[in-house]
């Protein structure tokens, strides 16, 4: 069984970063595309960025030149490095690992940007 961890969460001003960290947990034999999605109150959960196994990085339009992802595959882990925050990326934040048993997700991290 495989799990995913996130951690890193919390409240930070406007302006300010986090850095979110999902490792993956079990028997694992390859992870395919990692990624980060978010769920804001009352709104349908989002695709914010997503990294292959081997390609190109990709960021939802609201995140472009803010948000970095990033991933160890030596770790199993994926990284999402979050600078210049806005009100409007609060939002519980979840990871997500493609595997050869179908989609892994996390239990969700809470980020909260406010003065």
């Known amino acids: 069984q495989v799990q995913l961890v996130e951690s890193g969460g919390g409240l930070v001003q406007p302006g300010g970063s986090l850095r979110l960290s999902c490792a993956a947990s079990?028997?694992?034999?390859?992870?395919?595309?990692m990624a980060w999605y978010r769920q804001a109150p009352g709104k349908q959960r989002e695709l914010v960025a997503t990294?292959?196994?081997?390609?190109?990085?990709n960021y939802a339009d609201s995140v472009k030149g803010r948000f970095t992802i990033s991933r160890d595959n030596s770790r199993n882990t994926v990284y999402l490095q979050m600078n210049s925050l806005k009100p409007e990326d609060t939002a519980v934040y979840y990871c997500?690992?493609?595997?050869?048993?179908?989609?892994?997700w996390g239990q969700g991290t809470q980020v909260t940007v406010s003065s």
């Open positions: 997500n690992a493609g595997l050869p048993i179908g989609s892994v």
């Open positions: 990294t292959p196994s081997g390609g190109s990085t």
């Open positions: 079990g028997t694992i034999f390859k992870i395919y595309t």
